[in-house]
């Protein structure tokens, strides 16, 4: 048995972590920690807290006195830590939410998790600290950091501050780095729920630029995979690349084809838009390290998931509706209505 801290637990890969711990490591003693922001949802976990599989706390990672009571009351063996500020849309609107979540907040939970001795801290981040490729070539861990977004910025300030507590206090913590996850219960601004919902809505698809930017694509289940790969068998102060295999490095235009074409939508839904500012190009990653390592690979094929996806929206129309028409449309309007 193992006592654990999800936190951003109600958020989209958070969620999809905690449906995956509960199934893969039923005696494990799981805590789900969200603050509940826009893109924080209860619903998303209902069914593991309906059975009383795991307890929810509801806090700001920067609340020194919740963090620190829990991590002295709990000795967590693993923390998982997925809660941040996670949109570069919003980021280029505002950018001292990330500041404040992702660079402080993740150093009052590590504080505190040092602190307290927890055993290991998993610190979840992402490929786009690594910044944009050219043409060819993949990001390995050691790719100098060169982010583009505040948002990226705000998460490569946290991985070095996270890598910093191993090099100085040796304590025992593990980067992660991941490319774009798709699945379930993933917020409808990002580029596959958004696309997905709007052309069930006979909206338009608002693709960015010229729609040629390539994301490597990776299940979130498959991410989910990995994390608890890096908590049982990493080492500390290491960096881990996760992500989609190369059939998954796919040009946003042909994602949002693959979209249409699976719903049976036109393509007149698409309109292309003024381009994302700092916008980068391709991500795409070398997982060879966890892949020789822990024996990570990605399982889940692009069509196959994004099949599976686009049935989730399908019959989930009530989750995503309920977003949809409310606080979220603001957010909309300031970043899609001066873009045509
Ligand atoms: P998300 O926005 O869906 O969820 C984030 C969760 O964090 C939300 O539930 C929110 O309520 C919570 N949160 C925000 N601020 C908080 C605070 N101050 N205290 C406590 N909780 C707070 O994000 P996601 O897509 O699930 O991403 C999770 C993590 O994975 C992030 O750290 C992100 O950088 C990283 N990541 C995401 C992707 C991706 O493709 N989505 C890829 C690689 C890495
Ligand atoms: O690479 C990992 C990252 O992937 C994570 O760290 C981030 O949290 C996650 O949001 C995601 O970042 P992206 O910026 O790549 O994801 P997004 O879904 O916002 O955009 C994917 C691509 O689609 C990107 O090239 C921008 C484009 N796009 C996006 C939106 C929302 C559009 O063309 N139109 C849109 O409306």
Redesign the pocket.
Known sequence: MKRVLV??A?????SNLVHYLVAQRPDWDVTA?????Y??NLENIAVPLRDKKIKFVK????DDGTIGDLCRSHTFDFIFH??????VDRSIHGAMAFAR?NVL?TQNLLDHAMANGVKRFVH????EVYGSLGPTGRFVETTPLDPSSPYSAS?AASDLMVLAAWKTHKYDAIVTR????YGPY??PE?LIPLFITNALEGKKLPLYGDGMNVRSWLHVMDHCEALLKVAEGGQAGEVYNIGGSAEAEIPNRDVTYAILKLLGKSEDLIQKVADRPGHDRRYAIDYSKIKSHLGWSPRTSFADGLKSTVEWYLNNRAWWERIKTGEYLKFYDKNYGDRK
Do not use: Y
Request: aromatic residues 6%.
């Open positions: 936190t951003g109600a958020g989209f890969i958070g920690l969200d603050l509940l922001t893109a924080g806090a700001d990672i920067l997925l809660a941040a500020e996670s949109h979540t907040g979840i981040s992402t490929d998460k991941c490319t774009n996850n993933q917020f990002k």
